[in-house]
């Protein structure tokens, strides 16, 4: 089987080095080019040091870009939109890890991103990118919008219970706590060590733009809300989702087992984790480092008819390389799990 060309785009940045890292690994992939503008002529290595002696590849501009059979687009907000029509005349397909084509819904992304979308005309080209609830259309896609860290750490994590109808639709409150790769590499002021290191920092307690893509992935026909919440805390990988929902009528622990078991039973990267005793007995980001997996519990608080569902993943691979990858494996009709396979560390 000859493999196919890929090129990643905007690949110096935290996304971009997942995937160069996974990819060099698939057996089925070339990885044809890798841009940066700041980093131009550099090799990968100099710029993400675990890969050195892995590759010989360097970094070429975004004018440079060949003709390739995917591309993955790893840019900041809003320069997919821009760009789009050339991105798609090199590549017959696409996976954008930005949020610019996640939402369906022009209106949505305007009250949500406060401004409007530059081509919503092909918001409906891109398939939502979380494969456990859009894997049928991404088979046969060809351009994906892979999900956001927040955003896929909580939807996995209340997905059955939503589509169910299980869940009270306007008390659901959701808090996450995140890692400072969340971010990218950019420094800023509030990344400067001094200020971030040892932080608990409520960053976004409203309005984070990640809550829209939870309406539209939750919301099974229902006027529902989120009442969702975001930390950063002194952590560089990992996102955290504790989830308090009210069910609509009282759930015993042996329902909602099932109901998980059911859904998730097939996934090869959801693993239900819920144990009676030990330090691991609910999800922890750290065991999540460098896999793709997303791990799910919960504990009920029957007295209050409060049911805490607590999910986590590592950001940088469920929550944008590693899933991206997933998609892009479903679209080429590849195993899933192709060069997603690292089981993580213990310990760490
Ligand atoms: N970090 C996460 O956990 C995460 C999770 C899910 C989704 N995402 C999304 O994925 C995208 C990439 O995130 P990231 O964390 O990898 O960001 P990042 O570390 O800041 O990297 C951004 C990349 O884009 C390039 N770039 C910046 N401005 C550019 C411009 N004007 N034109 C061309 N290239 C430009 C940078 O290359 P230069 O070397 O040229 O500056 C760099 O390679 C973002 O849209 C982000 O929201 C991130």
Known sequence: ????????????????????????????VDILQVTSERFFGKPVGKVHPNLRKRTNL?????????????????????????????????APRIIDLSADFRLNDPLLYEKWYKHPHERPELLSEFVYGIPELHRERMAKA????????????????????FKEGLALPDRTVVEV???????????????????RSGCVRSF???????????????????????????????????????????????LSEKEIWQLYRKTYAAEPFIRIVKERDGN??????KLLWGTNYCDIGFA?????????????????????????????????????????????????
């Open 280 to 285: 691991y007995r609910l999800p922890e980001p």
């Open 204 to 250: 976004m307690p409203g309005g984070h733009r990640h809550t829209a893509e939870m309406l539209q992935e939750l919301a099974f026909g229902r006027d529902i809300r989120i009442h969702f919440s975001a930390t950063a805390i002194d952590m560089v990988r990992g996102v955290l989702a504790t989830a308090h929902v009210f069910p609509g009528k009282p």
């Open 177 to 195: 706590k995140v890692g400072s790769s969340e971010a990218g590499n950019k420094a800023t002021a509030g990344s400067h060590h001094p200020e």
């Open 142 to 161: 060809q351009y994906i919008s892979s999900a956001g860290c927040n955003a896929t750490t909580t939807i996995l994590g209340l997905y059955p219970l």
């Open 300 to 348: 009920l608080d029957e007295e209050n008819n409060r049911l805490v569902v607590i999910s986590a993943i590592d950001n940088l691979m469920k929550g944008a390389a590693g899933q991206a990858l997933q998609a892009f494996n479903i679209m080429n009709g590849f195993e899933e799990t192709t060069a997603l396979e690292f089981p993580g560390l213990h310990p760490v």
């Open 58 to 90: 360097k970094f070429c501009g975004l004018d440079d870009l060949q003709e390739c059979d995917a591309l993955f687009l790893c840019l900041p907000h809003g320069s997919a939109q821009k760009s789009i029509d050339r991105f798609k005349a090199l």
């Open 1 to 28: 089987m000859s493999k196919l060309r890929v090129s990643i785009v905007g690949a110096s940045g935290y996304t971009g080095g997942e995937l160069i890292r996974l990819l060099l690994f698939h057996p089925f």
